[in-house]
Nanobody, 123 residues
Framework: EVQLVESGGGLVQPGGSLRLSCAAS????????MSWVRQAPGKGLEWVSS????????TYVGSVEGRFSISRDNAKNTLNLQMNDLKPEDTAVYYC????????????????WGKGTLVTVSS
């Protein structure tokens, strides 16, 4: 059984920073590409960022590029998302999700999800 547990969400002011983490268990973490996906209140799922199994390939949605940084520590089975210069439109539940393979893929290639952590950006 794959388990992904997000942490690090909370309330921050615009321009602030927050670091999210995802702890993975029940899977050989180093074999799989990973993603962060978010869902704003009343909105659908939006892909945010992905990283391949060894961290060599990283992608971001345009709205967060330059502000967010995805990373992973395969020795610790963790995925991270450093979020800087946060904006109100970043408010969402952030989900950690696993691809079924080591390389990046489409949205439907994500086969396991965490329960999410809420990030609220407000003054």
């Amino acid at each position: 059984e794959v388990q992904l547990v997000e942490s690090g969400g909370g309330l921050v002011q615009p321009g602030g920073s927050l670091r999210l983490s995802c702890a993975a268990s029940g899977v050989t973490f180093s074999r799989y590409a990973m993603s962060w996906v978010r869902q704003a209140p009343g909105k659908g799922l939006e892909w945010v960022s992905s990283i391949d199994s060894n961290g060599g390939t990283i992608t971001y949605v345009g709205s967060v590029e330059g502000r967010f940084s995805i990373s992973r520590d395969n020795a610790k089975n963790t995925l991270n998302l450093q979020m800087n210069d946060l904006k109100p439109e970043d408010t969402a539940v952030y989900y950690c999700a696993k691809y079924f393979r080591g390389a990046l893929g489409a949205f439907n290639a994500l086969d396991a999800w965490g329960k999410g952590t809420l990030v609220t950006v407000s003054s």
